[in-house]
């Protein structure tokens, strides 16, 4: 049981600092809703309404996860970069996890804990009106293209 207990105090001040690191608090993570959707697909792009408020979006259909947080948006693939494994969203815990092997994500998609070595995938995306595009031909990997994948992101 003390083995149990000092881990999980040790995942939880990792979380905690990172989180801080970020500028992230429980009531801007924890307040994220979860709903499902589909987007309009024409070729590579994907349409979706931006959304009124912040919260997650998940795309089945395509594969996308579409997040709007604290007045930007993203696009992420729903699959792990570890071993592509489907993610989750943990609303009371206001994180994404691996359903294989529990890494974790924030909202932003940066990789707090876990197996993996990266941050999430993110999709290129841009505004059209009040549509979020994303494109699933951009693909950015945060290890292998930093910049490409810091400017896959839209402002509100």
């Known amino acids: 049981m003390p083995c149990e207990r000092r881990t999980f105090l040790q995942v939880a001040a990792c979380f905690t600092l990172s989180a801080a690191a970020l500028g992230l608090n429980a009531?801007?993570?924890?307040?994220?809703?979860?709903?499902?959707?589909?987007?309009?697909?024409?070729?590579?792009?994907?349409?979706?309404?931006?959304?009124p408020s912040d919260g997650v979006t998940i795309d089945r259909k395509v594969q996308v996860i579409i997040v709007r947080y604290q007045s930007h948006l993203y696009a992420f693939n729903l699959a792990c970069p570890h071993e592509n494994n489907v993610l989750k969203w943990l609303p009371k815990d206001g994180r994404f996890q691996c359903t294989k092997h529990d890494s974790q994500y924030t909202p932003v998609g940066v990789y707090t804990s876990g197996r993996a070595t990266r941050n999430m995938d993110r999709l290129g995306v841009r505004?059209?009106?009040?549509?979020?595009?994303?494109?699933?031909?951009?693909?950015?990997q945060s290890d292998k293209n930093s910049a490409g994948w810091a400017a896959a992101v839209v402002a509100l």
């Open 127 to 140: 505004r059209d009106g009040d549509t979020l595009v994303v494109e699933l031909d951009k693909f950015y």
């Open 27 to 51: 009531a801007d993570t924890a307040a994220l809703p979860i709903t499902e959707g589909d987007g309009q697909q024409s070729g590579n792009e994907v349409r979706y309404p931006i959304p």
